[in-house]
T-cell receptor, first 113, second 117 residues
Framework: EAQVTQNPRYLITVTGKKLTVTCSQN?????MSWYRQDPGLGLRQIYY???????DKGDVPEGYKVSRKEKRNFPLILESPSPNQTSLYFC????????????FGAGSRLTVL | AQKITQTQPGMFVQEKEAVTLDCTYD???????LFWYKQPSSGEMIFLIY??????QNATEGRYSLNFQKARKSANLVISASQLGDSAMYFC??????????????FGQGTILTVHP
């Protein structure tokens, strides 16, 4: 089944404890992206990647890192999480951007205490 | 910078009635795509419908149609014959085909639709 898989789906952590949210897609998509969803703000882009080894900042990149060493994987790294990073996170992918539909993972709900 | 505005935080509709969810956008790009996604209470993002900026016909997908008015920069979603399962959050989004925002999908704030029996 064609899909985007994120893990973990739920995580409670404490301030400053590094964590990684993994994202993997099996559709051979070039484009991958991370979003966070907060009430009243919709979804905002954190980082995106046009292809392997090509990444760039979105609208809210502060406090996050990403890497794209393989086409299928696009992990989101929080080096030192803070409570304002408590959010619902989505990974998404598509074929080369433009008209192609972005396929989303199921979401990862992160709470930072 | 591209921007999407959904002015209806919440909408109510009676089952079997039609409902329109509003979306306006702002872009200086000539080539762009408009999307609607549905987010049920379970949280996943479900793609509903797409409209390209050069498409002359309004997009339709089953009970969903997109009322595209390019000059007014609006892309309203029309759901016909509402069902209880349509109760969800709905997001309008835009993707530009060029410029520094290449590929980025920008979302509106969302509209919560509640369908009453």
């Amino acid at each position: 089944e064609a899909q985007v898989t994120q893990n973990p789906r739920y995580l409670i952590t404490v301030t400053g404890k590094k964590l990684t949210v993994t994202c993997s897609q099996n559709m051979n998509h070039e484009y991958m992206s991370w979003y966070r969803q907060d009430p009243g703000l919709g979804l905002r882009q954190i980082y995106y990647s046009m292809n392997v080894e090509v990444t760039d900042k979105g609208d809210v990149p502060e406090g996050y890192k990403v890497s794209r060493k393989e086409k299928r994987n696009f992990p989101l790294i929080l080096e030192s999480p803070s409570p304002n990073q408590t959010s619902l996170y989505f990974c998404a992918s598509s074929l080369v951007s433009g008209a192609n539909v972005l396929t989303f993972g199921a979401g990862s709900r992160l709470t930072v205490l | 910078a591209q921007k999407i505005t959904q002015t209806q935080p919440g909408m109510f509709v009676q089952e079997k009635e039609a409902v329109t969810l509003d979306c306006t956008y702002d872009t200086s790009d000539q080539s762009y795509g408009l999307f609607w996604y549905k987010q049920p209470s379970s949280g996943e993002m479900i793609f509903l419908i797409y409209q390209g900026s050069y498409d002359e016909q309004n997009a339709t997908e089953g009970r969903y149609s997109l009322n595209f008015q390019k000059a007014r920069k609006s892309a309203n979603l029309v759901i016909s014959a509402s069902q209880l399962g349509d109760s969800a959050m709905y997001f309008c989004a835009m993707r530009e085909a060029g410029g520094t925002s290449y590929g980025k999908l920008t979302f509106g704030q969302g509209t919560i639709l509640t369908v009453h029996p």
